[in-house]
């Protein structure tokens, strides 16, 4: 159904007049009543009864006119809603993220990035950087946060080099120290993400390549509760460099075996990214340093403890 020609006949029908629609429309008084009669012929009835008087509607008129009159008023809502979003007036950014990422380096990112658009807004899901690559791959996810080097049908931006480091209560004889090796681990009782979790496969990799055997206490997803468990010294946790330095109580300590490794957000390369997460990729690309830089997001100078704030 042509749009053009409802309002054409809604304007006939309200003003009673092919002349006065004709010129309100701008259009020759012609071509209005054309309009009309092919709009009539495509419903198989008569809209409009002609007298000297002007134009009256038929009873099918009243119907089709009532409708008419929806669906116009539908159609300029999806156009201003259409419009707001071209103007990032409106829409969500929708991001899976890792909750380290989430607690302890997102907020310095999305909240200017609110601010420079209010009439955004934002939803962020928590999942493991495996996961969310496999949601990427599989479509379920268009913008997500994974770890090492994406697979080739991801296009992907640096956010982060960081390391991996363990977090220790400020009491604990470890937190005197800048640097340990991964055989200090060996019996200590750590609490740790589950093992879908980037950093405790990496932990279990570096374990695992030093013959060495930690007594895991507790495993959880929950990153308030590995913070709580360090903190009353149930046992040694692991994450991200700014965890350690953000969490009141903690210290981060590095480990000498330990390489640095980046975290990237990623997109399914042939799949559009909504106006909103393409607004927050071009964002980020002018406040995150290029992966060539030595001052990337958050990584840690040699020069600077773990654990000692900026």
């Not at 360090?230 to 040694?236: L, N, Q, S």
């Not at 393409?278 to 964002?283: G, P, V």
Request: glycine letters at 6%; hydrophobic letters at 45%.
């Amino acid at each position: 159904m042509d749009i053009r020609k409802l309002e054409i006949f809604s304007t006939v029908a309200r003003l009673g007049s092919i002349t006065a629609a004709a010129k309100q429309l701008h259009m020759a008084q012609p071509a209005v009543s054309i309009a009309i009669q092919k709009l009539e012929h495509q419903l198989g009835c008569a809209l409009l009864h002609r007298d000297r008087k002007g134009v009256r509607l038929t009873a099918e008129g009243q119907l089709a006119l009532s409708q008419a009159e929806r669906v116009l008023s539908e159609m300029g809502a999806f156009t201003e809603l259409m419009t707001q979003a071209k103007a990032l007036m409106t829409g969500t950014v929708t991001l899976s993220c890792p909750a380290m990422l989430a607690n302890y380096v997102l907020p310095d990112l999305l909240a200017p990035f609110l601010a420079r658009y209010p009439g955004l807004t934002a939803s962020v899901q928590q999942a493991g950087t495996q996961a969310i690559a496999q949601g990427l791959l599989g479509g379920e996810v268009e913008l997500g946060v994974v770890s090492e080097a994406p697979p080739a049908e991801l296009d992907h931006l640096s956010l982060l080099r960081t390391n991996m480091v363990l977090l220790v209560p400020e009491s604990h004889p470890m937190a005197q120290q800048q640097r340990v090796s991964v055989h200090a681990l060996q019996g200590v009782p750590m609490v740790v993400y589950q093992r879908e979790y980037h950093l405790r496969q990496r932990l279990d990799r570096l374990c695992r390549s030093h013959e060495v055997r930690p007594d895991i206490k507790l495993e959880t997803n929950f990153l308030p509760l590995i913070a709580r468990m360090v903190r009353e010294g149930v046992g040694i946790g692991i994450g991200l460099e700014a965890m350690a330095l953000q969490e009141p109580g903690i210290k981060g300590v590095s480990l000498a075996e330990e390489t640095p490794f980046e975290l990237a957000l990623a997109w399914l390369a042939k799949r559009p990214l909504s106006r909103a997460n393409q607004a927050f990729l071009d964002y980020l690309k002018t406040v995150t340093p290029s992966p060539g830089d030595a001052a990337l997001l958050y990584a840690a100078s040699p020069d600077v403890p773990s654990g000692t704030s900026r």
